[in-house]
């Protein structure tokens, strides 16, 4: 499957001292990817990577994502900018070789195949997890609510019956 952010390495490339390594999103990916997250716009996206080879053949990585995206307030409806700064850890595994227990300390586990590693879609997916669900704009605020009347549903309904 390819992706909209296609980065591969060779899991052979990273040596003993591990390997630094930069992904940057082109404008047409940016575009792509702001589709697949239901976003207006993703205006930049880069991620760095540095990656170490385990025992037994796991890759991990400590990396930073620096985007800059543009999403809709839940509140107003109004787009407006926000920047996204994320540090993060990731386990690559061998596909099946994925931990049956899941754990919120653990390292979130990103499969691979054949020996190579698609920074790209991690870069990606660590976007996709930094993302607000419930994104405000600075400053919105929810409209006050009518107070909620008082006494049981029947007084309320005598109450209507005597106004009319």
């Known amino acids: 499957m ?3 952010l296609h980065r591969i390495l060779a899991v052979d490339r990273i040596g003993p001292a591990g390997l630094d390594f930069r992904v940057a999103a082109r ?4 575009s792509a990817l702001a589709r697949r997250m239901r976003l ?7 991620c760095e990577f540095h990656l170490h080879r385990q025992p037994g053949g796991d890759v991990t990585a400590r990396g930073r994502l620096s985007a800059r995206i543009v999403q809709t307030c839940v ?8 920047a996204v700064e994320e540090d993060f850890a990731i386990r690559f595994v061998q596909d099946g070789q ?5 754990s919120p300390e653990s390292e979130d586990e990103v499969p691979f195949q ?8 991690a870069a990606a997916e660590q976007l996709a997890l ?11 605020a929810l409209p006050d609510q009518a107070p909620e009347p008082t006494g049981g ?3 309320q309904l005598a109450d209507l019956r005597l106004r009319h």
Do not use: N
């Open 2 to 4: 390819k992706t909209e």
């Open 27 to 30: 404008s047409a990916e940016c």
């Open 40 to 46: 207006p716009a993703i205006l930049f996206l880069t």
């Open 75 to 82: 509140v107003s409806l109004e787009e407006f900018e926000a």
């Open 98 to 102: 994925e931990s049956e227990e899941i």
């Open 114 to 121: 054949d020996g190579k590693l698609d920074l790209g879609e």
């Open 130 to 140: 930094s993302l607000d669900p419930y994104p405000r704009r600075p400053g919105a």
């Open 153 to 155: 549903k029947l007084e």
